[in-house]
């Protein structure tokens, strides 16, 4: 259990892909950025994910950036800081770590336009402890890379 954020790549896109989609793949672009492929059938499906998070490009299933952000309780603790002056966090703290452990949602460019203005703020956030600090440091640095991440490719930041 815990909290991974990460933005899809876009070879598909961009025709990068090292191994064409099987002729019964109908691909498209899922609203997180991701590939899906269209269809129902189980058998499908498997042999699609298979595709995806192997042969289809150099990253693995499909993840351009992916960060760790950390379990249960390095996720609470973010979370004990920050509340302290929340007014200042909304979208880090309703969206990105709202728990320790949300997933399948994603943060599309409004939230993210939104999110760039909060992530500087975390840089001079005092913490209650050293330690606090160094973890709040990391994540500052992780959003950091996955705002730009997501700039170049516009694509989302997902959970
Ligand atoms: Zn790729």
């Known amino acids: 259990m815990g909290l991974d954020a990460f933005v899809y790549c876009n070879c598909f896109e961009t025709g990068k892909l090292l191994s064409p989609p ?5 691909v498209s ?20 994910d298979a595709w995806r998070s192997l042969e289809a490009c150099e990253h693995e299933d499909g993840k ?26 909304p979208v880090i703290l309703t969206k990105v770590i709202s728990s320790g452990s949300h997933c399948g949602d994603f943060l599309a460019m409004d939230d993210i ?7 500087p703020r975390l840089k001079n956030f ?3 402890d050293e330690e ?3 973890l709040l440091d ?22």
């Open 113 to 119: 336009r939104q999110l760039q203005l909060e992530v």
């Open 29 to 48: 672009v899922s609203d997180e950025g991701g590939l899906e492929c269209g269809s129902r059938d189980l058998d499908t499906q498997i042999a699609f």
């Open 126 to 128: 005092p913490c209650s």
């Open 64 to 89: 351009l950036l992916q960060h760790r952000i950390g379990n249960l309780s390095l996720v609470g603790r973010l979370r004990q800081e920050l509340n302290r002056r929340h007014e200042d966090f």
């Open 132 to 134: 606090s600090q160094a």
């Open 138 to 159: 990391r994540f500052h640095d992780q959003l950091v890379e996955l705002i730009e991440c997501a700039a170049v490719i516009n694509k989302p930041i997902v959970f």
């Open 22 to 26: 099987r002729a019964d793949f109908d």
